[in-house]
């Protein structure tokens, strides 16, 4: 990864993601890994791994990168809300399918002021750097060409009813498409 990147501000940084460029993706993602794994650390949700609330925020943070317009946030906190929302519907969806009663779900939600920004070492930046590839990988491999649009317009901000028109399908196929798509990307 270049220094440059290192001081391109995160607008700068999304319009670069926007255009493909993966080392600005990879950028931001090391930005914001150390806001997701402690917002992952908030949840204990019986049987489902930090690790997997981790991935969530990833996918939380890549459809913060496609939506961020700029004009009612700055990007940190947009990217907050949109990584909080997608490990709550994650945690959501663990506890209903497992059909366990609210009370065994606990969050530590306690925010820390002002630190959103930490250093990442440069092992932790390859770790970053690899995990991202294979979350790439995982969508390229394990889903379905179906799966594949439909993750990419729920990720452009797209309702299920709008994803199942654009796609000419029932709202029921693309919450079950979407389901499978958690399910795939948090096994091994």
């Known amino acids: 990864m270049t220094r440059a990147l290192k001081n391109l ?18 950028e931001l993602v090391t930005r914001y890994l150390p806001m997701i794994r402690r917002r992952g650390a908030r949840y204990f949700l019986p049987g489902m791994e930090a690790e997997d ?6 996918i939380g ?4 990168i496609r939506l961020y317009d700029g004009r ?4 940190p906190t947009f990217a907050y809300l949109c990584v909080g929302s997608t ?10 399918q497992k ?9 530590l939600e306690v925010l820390e002021a002002g630190s959103l920004e930490q250093p990442v070492s440069p ?9 991202l590839a294979e979350l790439e990988g995982k969508i390229q ?37 979407l389901q499978r798509v958690r399910r795939k990307l948090r096994s091994p």
């Open 99 to 107: 059909s366990r009663p609210l009370s065994d779900y606990a969050t």
């Open 72 to 75: 009612q946030s700055a990007f």
């Open 9 to 26: 501000t995160d607008e700068a940084l999304i319009l670069s993601a926007r255009r493909g460029d993966d080392e600005a993706v990879t």
């Open 141 to 177: 491999t394990r889903l379905s060409g179906f799966e594949q649009k439909a993750l990419t317009l729920y990720l452009s901000g797209h309702s299920y009813t709008e994803i199942s028109q654009l796609l000419h399908t029932t709202s029921k196929a693309v919450d079950n498409a």
């Open 123 to 131: 092992e932790e930046e390859l770790i970053i750097a690899e995990q």
């Open 53 to 58: 609330l981790v991935q969530e925020g990833l």
């Open 61 to 64: 943070l890549l459809k913060a």
């Open 87 to 96: 490990m709550a519907a994650a945690a959501k969806a663990a506890l209903s």
